[in-house]
């Protein structure tokens, strides 16, 4: 396989990854960011921790999650759990961000 078509498989793969995340979004409340993946899920639980020496840690748990992960074959997931000392982002997905404006395009209608 020449880098080429290595290339026009991964571009493929993350066409069909972004397809499959724009039909389930709407199915989950939140999305949950950490340094390695990015998932949906409808039930997220953060705990700020620390170490014996001061360090600062999160642990994150979701529920029934979904993965931005190419590699996966199955990208639903029933329970996840992460443990990092990296930046966690948290946002609640507001269900209006995700509907059709009328007449089907973005921006100010007029």
């Known amino acids: ?16 990854l972004y397809r499959e995340y724009r039909d389930v979004v709407g199915l989950f409340s939140y999305v949950v960011e950490t340094e390695r993946r990015f ?4 039930h997220v639980d953060l705990q700020p ?3 014996d020496n001061g360090e600062m840690y999160f642990e994150v748990t979701m529920e ?8 996966r074959p ?18 609640e997905i ?11 395009r973005p921006g100010p209608q007029g």
């Open 64 to 71: 029934d999650a979904w993965v931005w992960d190419m590699y």
């Open 94 to 104: 507001t269900k209006s961000d995700l509907e059709v404006p009328p007449g089907g």
């Open 49 to 51: 921790r620390s170490t």
């Open 39 to 42: 998932y949906l899920t409808n």
């Open 1 to 16: 396989m020449s880098s080429e078509d290595l290339e026009k498989y991964e571009a493929e793969m993350e066409l069909q």
């Open 74 to 91: 199955a990208r639903f997931v029933r329970n996840v759990r992460v443990v990092t000392f990296k930046d966690v982002n948290v946002e």
